[in-house]
């Protein structure tokens, strides 16, 4: 693959803001000079991601990861650095160069193609939906009049239609001339025989489908949901499935993707709650009666990391399942991962006869209105479930009970825990105190089975001081002054020049990250080379170099006297040095049986030597 210039890397750092790159995935507040939200990399429910517009860099706290625009979308989308550079040129609508011939090309990653191809198939399905043909007339007839959608909606949507025969969308891309045969046999809208290596030789996954797109949070279409249709032959595996999704692909899996969190992560915001409901239909009906913060899972049962996801965009979700039983076992099964993911959940009950789809579809937003008056909490829901008998026996409440406690374990809050127990005991009618202690002894017991070497009576304390050690290594204590140098270097950069100069570059240890990096940009400032903190590819050589520097340069550093601590780490690695020398002299010195050689007067000279070198570090005023 050709690379990219560094004028071209330094152009997208330069006119790509930090913070409309990381805005579709967190919502950030306002924090003094910087911005401050959930960490779009951990579960957490304090904000401890921080971005600082002035340096264009972020920092987590609570993953101790942080980085540039690059680090960033490389960090979140598993990209490799140049893949990063591309995806954000493409998405801020940059230009790149490369190296070999100076003209701007398409990226050439699978990764990238794989984005485009899904684009070019978005089009081809779209196209043939609004086509004046007889398969364009019976699907946007399936839609206007089987669904009762308006085609407005389908537009903006871009619905499309995959005829019976696959539509030619294999022929159309491979028109295109542009896709590697590897994308081909990624994207999964194909199916190819084992070993197959001629792309030409597909067959489509989805014939006589309605096409609904599937995109990311930064509205790139990954995937495809197809719904059944009279259309869709006899001789599709899969014909019996109303819906049938893309298969998980380096773009798409499912149990990460929420279909419509790409709208509806703006206006959640305002409104402070996600609506969650079973389908895609259902949420395009949300969407077209003006519910606009509506999301739905991928046809499949939700996943803690989609809660997780929705979590960094607001603390509540309200589930709109379908009425029936199955509807209701999925409400069930989510109620433990919300919690376990810091999330307010609620439940808007539907009768059993009823969808989301034909209730919004005959009344419109004013649906929901009447559905928050009738909104249960997560514990009154859970109760009703478990109990649905009106006079339960002590057994059935006991069994209850003991469902529930299997669901708020998943809360990490202690005070969370409380509160929901002594609410589900109300729903219930059980005594609170009597609850409290079997939760408690079930807390217990299962902390036992999870570490069987520990109980609540007493603890091997030879194996727990033993565990308890902190791993030593030998030249631990160089490598920190070496990384506190380097970090002093980065955000010093005045006091630089005087630290090249008093260091050799001997004396590091260069087979170290740290040593490696502290001595090539000390090589630039004594050559007078140095590009600037904010230029410093060209000194890079692998994706773990450029992580290490990033890291270090965007964790928060304040520090009183930077030239003291300059002396310190210059002491430190200078000690370090000299030491393992004159370790190695004197061990030399020990083991020499003829002490009238000129070699052990040498020996003897050099320990002096050095001995006198130590008394002397150096320093920089």
């Not at 946007?140 to 009049?145: A, G, I, L, N, V």
């Not at 099964?333 to 009768?351: N, Q, T, V």
């Not at 649905?388 to 990490?412: G, H, I, V, Y």
């Not at 393992?580 to 061990?587: F, G």
């Amino acid at each position: 693959m050709p690379k990219i210039k560094r004028s071209s890397i330094d152009e997208v750092r330069a006119r790509v803001s930090l913070y409309d790159v990381v805005q579709p995935y967190v919502t950030l507040k306002k924090a003094g000079a910087k911005w401050k939200g959930l960490s779009p990399f951990t579960q957490e429910r304090t904000p401890s991601f921080y971005v600082d517009p002035g340096k264009n860099l972020y920092y987590c706290f609570s993953s101790g990861q942080g980085g540039d625009i690059f680090k960033f979308v490389q960090t979140k989308e598993n990209l490799g650095f140049q893949e990063a550079v591309e995806a954000l040129a493409q998405r801020f609508g940059l230009t790149l160069e490369y190296e070999d011939d100076g003209r701007p090309r398409e990226a050439q990653s699978v990764r990238k193609e794989l984005f485009d191809l899904h684009e070019a198939a978005t089009a081809h399905f779209h196209a043939a939906f609004l086509r004046n043909d007889d398969g364009g007339a019976f699907i946007r007839k399936y839609w206007t009049d089987s669904r009762r959608f308006e085609l407005t909606l389908a537009k903006e949507f871009k619905i499309g239609w995959a005829a019976a025969d696959g539509g030619g969308l294999l022929e159309a891309l491979l028109k295109t001339k542009k896709f590697a045969p590897e994308t081909f046999f990624a994207c999964g809208l194909f199916f190819y025989r084992e070993g197959e290596r001629d792309p030409a030789r597909g067959r489509s996954r989805f014939r006589g489908r309605l096409m609904i797109p599937i995109r990311d949070i930064q509205g790139r279409v990954i995937a495809f949901t197809a719904r059944q249709t009279e259309r869709t032959p006899m001789d599709d595996s899969s014909r019996e499935a109303k819906y049938v999704n893309s298969p998980e692909t380096p773009l798409f899996r499912k149990g990460d993707v929420l279909f419509n969190l790409d709208r509806a992560h703006a206006p959640v915001r305002e409104a402070g709650r996600f609506i969650m409901v079973e389908g895609q239909l259902d949420a395009l009906r949300c969407w077209s009666a003006g519910i606009n913060y509506v999301v739905a899972p991928q046809g499949t049962a939700i996943t803690e990391n989609q809660f997780i996801l929705l979590r960094r965009y607001a603390g509540r979700v309200d589930c709109l399942l379908d009425g029936d039983a199955a509807g209701q076992r999925a409400a069930m099964r989510a109620l433990p991962l919300a919690l376990k993911a810091g999330l307010e959940i609620r439940f808007l009950p539907l009768a059993a006869d009823e969808d989301p789809d034909e209730l919004f579809l005959e009344k419109g937003a004013a649906a929901l209105t009447e559905l928050d008056k009738k909104a249960e909490s997560a514990m009154a829901f859970a109760v009703r479930s478990l109990l649905p008998s009106p006079n339960p026996t002590a057994r059935e409440k006991a069994d209850a009970l003991r469902a529930m406690f299997e669901m708020l374990e998943q809360s990490e809050s202690a005070m969370l825990r409380s509160d929901y127990l002594a609410e589900a005991c109300r729903h219930a009618g059980v005594d609170r105190t009597a609850a409290e202690r079997d939760f408690a002894r079930y807390l217990q017991q299962r902390a036992q089975r999870a570490s069987p070497y520990l109980t609540s009576e007493k603890t091997d304390s030879s194996v727990a001081k033993q565990d308890s050690q902190p791993v030593e290594f030998a030249n631990d204590k160089l490598t920190t002054a070496e990384s506190e140098l380097l970090m002093l270097v980065l955000h010093y950069e005045d006091l630089a020049p005087r630290v090249a100069h008093a260091l050799d570059h001997q004396w590091l240890d260069v087979r170290s990250l740290e040593g490696r990096l502290l001595d090539r940009c000390l090589a630039a400032h004594r050559e007078d080379a140095w590009p600037g903190a904010d230029h410093l590819d060209e000194l890079l050589e692998s994706d773990a170099e450029r992580n290490t520097l990033t890291n270090l340069r965007c964790r928060p550093f304040q520090i009183d006297d930077p030239i003291q601590a300059i002396n310190q780490c210059l002491k430190a690695i200078f000690e370090y040095h000299f030491r393992r020398e004159l370790t190695e002299l004197q061990t030399r010195a020990a083991n020499t049986t003829d002490t009238a050689t000129q070699t052990f007067t040498d020996l003897r000279q050099r320990i002096q030597e050095v001995q006198r070198l130590l008394r002397r570090p150096p320093r920089i005023e």
